[in-house]
């Protein structure tokens, strides 16, 4: 049974920064993606960042690219998610996304 466990999430002022972790279990990854996404309040999910996770290579959605990192554990089955120069538009919950599986979410406020 695929699980997906996020952790990490919180307040933070404008400019500061927060580490989101996935920690992946009961699957295979092999070559496959494994990413972020986050949902703002009445706005519909969106993808932030994917990683391949024998690779490593790496996707970036517009708003966060040069802001968020994503980098991944292979021993661990865990996946990251650097996040700095927060803004309030980052405020969301976050949610790590493997195959047709989600997390249960972590919330991220962006506020002063």
């Known amino acids: 049974q695929v699980q997906l466990v996020e952790s990490g999430g919180g307040l933070v002022q404008p400019g500061g920064s927060l580490r989101l972790s996935c920690a992946a279990s009961?699957?295979?990854?092999?070559?496959?993606?494994i990413g972020w996404f986050r949902q703002a309040p009445g706005k519909e999910r969106e993808a932030v960042s994917c990683?391949?996770?024998?690779?490593?290579?790496?996707y970036y959605a517009d708003p966060v690219r040069g802001r968020f990192t994503i980098s991944r554990d292979i021993t661990r089955k865990a996946v990251y998610l650097q996040m700095t120069s927060l803004k309030p538009g980052d405020t969301a919950v976050y949610y790590c996304?493997?195959?047709?599986?989600w997390g249960q979410g972590t919330q991220v406020i962006v506020s002063s």
């Open positions: 009961g699957l295979s990854l092999a070559n496959y993606l």
């Open positions: 996304h493997y195959g047709a599986d």
């Open positions: 990683i391949t996770f024998r690779s490593g290579s790496t």
